[in-house]
T-cell receptor, first 112, second 113 residues
Framework: GIQVEQSPPDLILQEGANSTLRCNFSDSVNNLQWFHQNPWGQLINLFYIPSGTKQNGRLSATTVATERYSLLYISSSQTTDSGVYFCAVGGDRETSGSRLTFGEGTQLTVNP | DAGVIQSPRHEVTEMGQEVTLRCKPISGHNSLFWYRQTMMRGLELLIYFNNNVPIDDSGMPEDRFSAKMPNASFSTLKIQPSEPRDSAVYFC???????????FGPGTRLTVL
């Protein structure tokens, strides 16, 4: 099946700093989502972005499907941004169906 | 609009007992997914339904696990008998169709003693 690799595994920032999280995947995708899992365990949808660029406030994401990676940018980080960020991909429809394969996540800690 | 609703939010049970987890998808969504999150294996798909029909159950661990979707607004995941290794957070997700963005419920944290 499709492989998903996220980096870095851990990231510690001071409030106000910017960061870039990366997601590499091993095959073509028909679905790519970024999630934030907050300290209460909830999975919050950030972006649905199988290709292209999107922005939502301080967050933006870019997926370059031909090169098999996606980037999540967080600007002016806040303590409430802390948590785990997951990239999840849906591979080829014939071989992977509708399943999302999750990366292992990036644990982000933003200190005041 | 209400999101995906799961119940119970927390369940503590003893080994050998039957456990039933419940999910109500977002209204109008035709696909429903059950995922499990553990420290060892991360987030993994157990089963998904499209228009109430199970499409892929290859992630279901073993015969002790079963899932049903009797109608478009309700699904259950049952574990019988439960074992300590089933302890995990179980998420339900739904999407408009099987290829679109998936939205997750708050999860059920299951502890089997």
């Amino acid at each position: 099946g499709i492989q998903v690799e996220q980096s870095p595994p851990d990231l510690i920032l001071q409030e106000g700093a910017n960061s870039t999280l990366r997601c590499n995947f091993s095959d073509s995708v028909n679905n790519l989502q970024w999630f934030h899992q907050n300290p209460w365990g909830q999975l919050i949808n950030l972006f649905y972005i199988p290709s292209g660029t999107k922005q939502n406030g301080r967050l933006s994401a870019t997926t370059v499907a031909t090169e098999r990676y996606s980037l999540l940018y967080i600007s002016s980080s806040q303590t409430t941004d802390s948590g785990v960020y997951f990239c999840a991909v849906g591979g080829d429809r014939e071989t992977s169906g509708s399943r999302l394969t999750f990366g292992e996540g990036t644990q982000l800690t933003v200190n005041p | 609009d209400a999101g995906v609703i799961q119940s119970p939010r927390h369940e503590v049970t003893e080994m050998g007992q039957e456990v039933t987890l419940r999910c109500k998808p977002i209204s109008g969504h035709n696909s429903l997914f059950w995922y499990r999150q553990t420290m060892m294996r991360g987030l993994e798909l157990l089963i998904y339904f499209n228009n109430n029909v199970p499409i892929d159950d290859s992630g279901m661990p073993e015969d002790r696990f079963s899932a049903k979707m009797p109608n478009a607004s309700f699904s259950t995941l049952k574990i019988q008998p439960s074992e300590p290794r089933d302890s995990a957070v179980y998420f339900c997700a739904s999407s408009v169709n099987r290829w679109n963005e998936q939205f997750f419920g708050p999860g059920t944290r299951l502890t089997v003693l």
